[in-house]
């Protein structure tokens, strides 16, 4: 790589330096091209390595033109490659012009990088304020906080990034911790099995917490999920919890509580055959409950406490037979459908599976319900009721796609195709769909798309593209804009299929060039689609000529080729 320079000259003054060494009656040129001309000039020196010529030039764009995004990316660019100081000082810069989220984001990651942990956080509010529910904001926030000790903050942050992303495992993990460290055991432990969820081997460091705070059960759950070895005295500790758990709740004929710490203790102790016969026979008095409540004319109430038993014992037949038939009888077909499909899966029952069969036709079609059919041969074997329901249902879904192409909406016909694709019980009728929908496609981006690719193009772009992954005007399209959102790197994975489809085309290696050029990863990305094309052309001029360029770039990054 590069060796990284000692910048001695103060930001603020690289500007104006950078000005003293235009030619004279450089001040008459248009500011606009001046900026244009400054970037090109930094964007040449940074892929020679010479990091003081392009800061020096990307200051002087800035400042002739400040709305020039380009030279904005190109400057934090920069200064990823500078040393800690000069990085340092680049950051505090940023902060003192006009407000950019950008900026402030890359300021707050350096001031982290580098241990300024005050100014990373501040940085972090400031971004905040700029995109309050931005995540990665968010997320910076609540990290710093975290090893600040402020763990309110911390607690806080990471609950509004879960509120957006509740499956984020790093935000858990802050709240779990910022919660512990508090003393709110009931919150924290809530975090802590979501946690487990997401990510065990990170949920297990907070065991001792939860053996200290008595939640034994979902101990046992984080035991049971990890995979590291935890001491042996803990995981006793948990299971002598687990018995006097057991034994006040029965004491107390609490028939729920007693059934989770069974659970919770089976899955520590796989082997227990004691635990499991216990188990089965609270499942059974709750099921009993269940029933007799819901002969006594409350049917939710009947169901509702059928589904706490299934919550503790998720795989017992005998529950959910009589869970499918409750939901059958209150019209809910949705969840009796399901109920009969898991009871297929444990038992291998033809009955269950020709149950679901006829649910599924009282249901409008969905793809999904092909999905469930084909489940069901898997288990019953080839049976012509199957197939011929598979069949049934194909074709009302090729019905109801072609009148959503007819009517406009392709956006909804589309997922219908793939789902046919996926679960194909009718081959003719899915080609003649696809056949269609394509059609439409083809004379809908015609119409719509100009010189920049709308939303609406790029989206039937994006259909006919899922629908032929080898259709060059959707490569050429969603190429074009993901490069006018500045998404370079997505948009040089579209060039780069559409080279190796169409090498002829110099244009086409021109834009992947191009767009491939921000950094030395894109770079090897030219030189790995120009390798396919010669792999099977050997002497394809064209992709010999943009290999050696993308070549020579990289040795200006030091990396060989």
Same mark, same amino acid.
């Given at each position: 790589?590069?060796?990284?320079?000692? $910048?001695?000259?103060?930001?603020?003054?690289?500007?104006?330096?950078?000005?003293?060494?235009?030619?004279?009656?450089?001040?008459?040129?248009?500011?606009?091209?001046?900026?244009?001309?400054?970037?090109?000039?930094?964007?040449?020196?940074? %892929?020679? =390595? /010479?990091?003081?010529?392009?800061?020096?030039?990307?200051?002087? !764009?800035?400042?002739?033109?400040?709305?020039?995004?380009?030279?904005?990316?190109?400057?934090?660019?920069?200064?990823?490659?500078?040393?800690?100081?000069?990085?340092?000082?680049?950051?505090?810069?940023?902060?003192?012009?006009?407000?950019?989220?950008?900026?402030?984001?890359?300021?707050?990651?350096?001031?982290?990088?580098?241990?300024?942990?005050?100014? &990373?956080?501040?940085?972090?509010?400031?971004?905040?304020?700029?995109?309050?529910?931005?995540?990665?904001?968010?997320?910076?926030?609540?990290?710093?906080?975290?090893?600040?000790?402020?763990?309110?903050?911390?607690?806080?942050?990471?609950?509004?990034?879960? #509120?957006?992303? #509740?499956?984020?495992?790093?935000?858990?993990?802050?709240?779990?911790?910022?919660?512990?460290?508090?003393?709110?055991?009931?919150?924290?432990?809530?975090?802590? =099995?979501?946690?487990?969820?997401?990510?065990?081997?990170? &949920?297990?460091?907070?065991?001792?917490?939860?053996?200290?705070?008595?939640?034994?059960?979902?101990?046992?759950?984080?035991?049971?999920?990890?995979? #590291?070895?935890?001491?042996?005295?803990?995981?006793?500790?948990?299971?002598? %919890?687990?018995?006097?758990?057991?034994?006040?709740?029965?004491?107390?004929?609490?028939?729920?509580?007693?059934?989770?710490?069974?659970? !919770?203790?089976?899955?520590?102790?796989?082997?227990?055959?004691?635990?499991?016969?216990? $188990?089965?026979? *609270?499942?059974?008095?709750?099921?009993?409950?269940?029933?007799?409540?819901?002969?006594? =004319?409350?049917?939710?109430?009947?169901?509702?406490?059928?589904?706490?038993?299934?919550?503790?014992?998720?795989?017992?037949?005998? +529950?959910?037979?009589?869970?499918?038939?409750?939901?059958?009888?209150?019209?809910?077909?949705?969840?009796?459908?399901?109920?009969?499909?898991?009871? #297929?899966?444990?038992?291998?029952?033809?009955?269950?599976?020709?149950?679901?069969?006829?649910?599924?036709?009282?249901?409008?079609?969905?793809?999904?319900?092909?999905?469930?059919?084909?489940?069901?041969?898997?288990?019953?074997?080839? /049976?012509?009721?199957?197939?011929?329901?598979?069949?049934?249902?194909?074709?009302?879904?090729?019905?109801?796609?072609?009148?959503?192409?007819?009517?406009?909406?392709?956006?909804?016909?589309?997922?219908?195709?793939?789902?046919?694709?996926?679960?194909?019980?009718?081959?003719?009728?899915?080609?003649?769909?696809?056949?269609?929908?394509?059609?439409? +496609?083809?004379?809908?981006?015609?119409?719509?798309?100009?010189?920049?690719?709308?939303?609406?193009?790029?989206?039937?772009?994006?259909?006919?593209?899922?629908?032929?992954?080898?259709?060059?005007?959707?490569?050429?399209?969603?190429?074009?804009?993901?490069?006018?959102?500045?998404?370079?790197?997505?948009?040089?994975?579209?060039?780069?299929?559409?080279?190796?489809?169409?090498?002829?085309?110099?244009?086409?290696?021109?834009?992947?060039?191009?767009?491939? =050029?921000?950094?030395?990863?894109?770079?090897?990305?030219?030189?790995?689609? &120009?390798?396919?094309?010669?792999?099977?052309?050997?002497?394809? *001029?064209?992709?010999?000529?943009?290999?050696?360029?993308?070549?020579?770039?990289?040795?200006?990054?030091?990396?060989?080729?």
């Amino acid at each position: 790589m590069v060796a990284r320079k000692r $910048l001695s000259t103060p930001l603020k003054e690289r500007s104006a330096k950078a000005k003293e060494t235009r030619p004279v009656g450089a001040s008459q040129i248009d500011p606009r091209s001046e900026a244009l001309q400054s970037l090109a000039n930094a964007r040449s020196a940074f %892929g020679k =390595g /010479d990091l003081r010529v392009a800061l020096d030039e990307v200051a002087l !764009a800035i400042a002739s033109n400040p709305a020039l995004t380009e030279a904005h990316q190109l400057r934090l660019k920069l200064g990823s490659r500078l040393d800690e100081a000069d990085r340092l000082a680049l950051a505090r810069h940023l902060l003192t012009e006009p407000e950019s989220y950008e900026n402030v984001a890359w300021a707050a990651d350096t001031f982290r990088r580098f241990k300024q942990l005050d100014d &990373a956080l501040a940085a972090w509010r400031k971004a905040l304020v700029l995109r309050p529910n931005d995540l990665d904001a968010l997320l910076g926030a609540a990290a710093i906080s975290l090893k600040l000790r402020l763990y309110a903050d911390a607690s806080n942050c990471a609950a509004k990034a879960i #509120g957006h992303d #509740g499956t984020n495992a790093q935000a858990l993990f802050i709240r779990a911790e910022a919660l512990s460290k508090l003393k709110i055991t009931d919150e924290a432990e809530a975090a802590i =099995g979501r946690l487990s969820d997401i990510d065990p081997s990170a &949920a297990s460091r907070f065991v001792p917490f939860l053996v200290s705070s008595k939640k034994w059960e979902t101990a046992a759950r984080v035991v049971s999920r990890s995979e #590291g070895d935890l001491e042996p005295e803990l995981v006793s500790t948990i299971v002598h %919890g687990l018995n006097r758990n057991i034994k006040t709740a029965h004491e107390q004929n609490e028939l729920e509580r007693e059934g989770r710490a069974w659970a !919770a203790l089976i899955s520590l102790e796989k082997d227990n055959e004691r635990a499991k016969a216990k $188990l089965q026979k *609270v499942t059974s008095a709750l099921i009993k409950q269940g029933g007799n409540i819901m002969v006594a =004319g409350d049917a939710a109430a009947g169901i509702a406490l059928l589904e706490t038993a299934r919550n503790i014992d998720p795989v017992h037949p005998g +529950l959910l037979r009589k869970l499918a038939i409750a939901y059958e009888k209150s019209d809910d077909i949705d969840k009796a459908a399901s109920c009969w499909v898991l009871i #297929g899966r444990l038992t291998r029952d033809p009955d269950a599976w020709f149950r679901v069969v006829r649910l599924v036709k009282k249901m409008p079609p969905q793809t999904s319900q092909l999905g469930t059919l084909h489940d069901a041969i898997e288990y019953v074997g080839e /049976d012509e009721v199957l197939k011929s329901a598979g069949k049934s249902i194909s074709r009302k879904l090729v019905r109801q796609a072609r009148e959503l192409v007819d009517a406009g909406q392709i956006e909804q016909a589309a997922p219908i195709a793939q789902g046919l694709r996926k679960w194909n019980f009718d081959p003719d009728a899915l080609h003649a769909i696809e056949a269609r929908i394509r059609r439409s +496609l083809r004379e809908k981006i015609r119409d719509d798309a100009g010189l920049h690719v709308d939303e609406r193009s790029a989206a039937f772009a994006k259909i006919l593209h899922d629908l032929e992954p080898a259709n060059k005007r959707a490569l050429k399209l969603l190429g074009r804009y993901q490069a006018d959102k500045r998404n370079f790197s997505t948009a040089a994975e579209y060039y780069g299929r559409l080279a190796a489809l169409q090498p002829d085309s110099e244009a086409t290696w021109k834009r992947l060039a191009r767009y491939a =050029g921000h950094n030395a990863d894109g770079r090897e990305q030219v030189v790995k689609v &120009a390798d396919e094309v010669l792999a099977r052309i050997p002497d394809h *001029v064209i992709a010999m000529r943009f290999r050696d360029q993308a070549r020579e770039t990289l040795h200006h990054f030091g990396i060989q080729k």
